[in-house]
């Protein structure tokens, strides 16, 4: 499996901005994903966990009622919405393939997109 997270870029506080990540190989029902962030000079933290089996999704407290993860299996990609941005938003934002552990670690992925930058301004 490969992830390809696009969409980022430059946005205000307040505007939405809709990124995906896209799978090539297996299928994404096979899978739990979920998507971290990482903002400048700072660890990566996560963001939001979808379970694939139940579509169930686990988001950070930070973005809860703000962000939603969704997915179109036909086109095997997933989609984070994200909306009522802040400059605290700000970071390059990846997608990853759960394998086991604590949903919120990022060690408990293995597989990564590229990353996708999005700047909110004030």
């Known amino acids: 499996v490969q992830l390809q997270a696009s969409g980022g870029g430059l946005v205000q506080a307040g505007d939405s901005l809709r990124l995906s990540c896209a799978a090539s190989?297996?299928?994404?029902?096979?899978?739990?994903m979920g998507w971290f962030r990482q903002p400048p000079g700072k660890e990566r933290e996560f963001v939001v966990f979808?379970?694939?089996?139940?579509?169930?999704?686990l988001p950070a407290d930070s973005v809860k009622g703000r962000f939603t993860l969704s997915r179109d299996l036909a086109k095997n990609t997933e989609y984070l919405q994200m909306n009522s941005l802040k400059p605290e938003d700000t970071a390059v934002y990846y997608c990853?393939?759960?394998?086991?552990?604590?949903?919120?670690?990022?060690?408990?992925?293995?597989?990564w997109g590229q990353g996708t930058e999005v700047t909110v301004s004030s």
């Open positions: 990853a393939r759960f394998l086991s552990g604590p949903y919120y670690y990022s060690a408990s992925y293995d597989i």
């Open positions: 190989g297996r299928t994404f029902s096979s899978y739990n």
């Open positions: 979808i379970n694939w089996s139940t579509a169930r999704t």
